[in-house]
T-cell receptor, first 117, second 112 residues
Framework: DTAVSQTPKYLVTQMGNDKSIKCEQNLGHDTMYWYKQDSKKFLKIMFS???????INETVPNRFSPKSPDKAHLNLHINSLELGDSAVYFC????????????????FGPGTRLTVL | GQQLNQSPQSMFIQEGEDVSMNCTSSSIFNTWLWYKQDPGEGPVLLIALYKAGELTSNGRLTAQFGITRKDSFLNISASIPSDVGIYFC????????????FGPGTRLSVLP
């Protein structure tokens, strides 16, 4: 069974379009994330949600809007796509354990490769 | 902001050789994670470190959490072709928001 799944795996679209990427985790984790990996493979966190609430919102254009309908899902909607949005987007999840304050390993999905033409 | 540096950026080794790579930071972290990413896949966790000085092994992999809490290293012994990939370190401070910073990665190639 796939622990963290993303759809679609590939997304090719024109500049100016609006698109969504979906993420689901079946690990029962409370926290989910979106990362962007650029062409140089640099991974940068975009958002983090804990139990459907936004926890981290890095400096990301407001064209990117995450939505968490429940704690197992964190979708990413992107408005007015630009060429610079082309990248691989990874969803991840973790289960913070406050009894062990630094236990916060993240499990990643397979990624969605977005190409904006 | 917090930044991690990894060295080397890339390395080519012969099958059977041992590999060593490290990760340094200007900030103190309380957790160090090492991930491996295969082409077309998401990063997969290899080893997690929680205490300064901690040395942890996972098969042929060994990682250490530096005493200063500003660095970590990963060793791979007796490399095999499937060790090829990009190895990322990631650090986090104790933070309910689980904010991780990733290094730029070390790209490993193993020659038969």
């Amino acid at each position: 069974d796939t622990a963290v799944s993303q759809t679609p795996k590939y997304l090719v679209t024109q500049m100016g379009n609006d698109k969504s990427i979906k993420c689901e985790q079946n690990l029962g984790h409370d926290t989910m994330y979106w990362y962007k990996q650029d062409s140089k493979k640099f991974l940068k966190i975009m958002f983090s949600y804990n139990n459907k609430e936004l926890i981290i919102n890095e400096t990301v254009p407001n064209r990117f809007s995450p939505k968490s309908p429940d704690k197992a899902h964190l979708n990413l909607h992107i408005n007015s796509l630009e060429l610079g949005d082309s990248a691989v987007y990874f969803c991840a999840s973790s289960q913070p354990d406050r009894g062990r304050t630094s236990y916060n390993e993240q499990f990643f999905g397979p990624g969605t490769r977005l190409t904006v033409l | 902001g917090q930044q991690l540096n990894q060295s080397p950026q890339s390395m080519f080794i012969q099958e059977g050789e041992d590999v060593s790579m490290n990760c340094t930071s200007s900030s103190i972290f309380n957790t160090w994670l090492w991930y491996k990413q295969d082409p077309g896949e998401g990063p997969v966790l290899l080893i997690a470190l929680y205490k300064a000085g901690e040395l942890t092994s996972n098969g042929r992999l060994t990682a250490q959490f530096g005493i200063t809490r500003k660095d970590s290293f990963l060793n791979i012994s007796a490399s095999i072709p499937s060790d090829v990939g990009i190895y990322f370190c990631a650090g986090s401070i104790i933070n309910y928001g689980q904010n991780f910073v990733f290094g730029p990665g070390t790209r490993l190639s193993v020659l038969p």
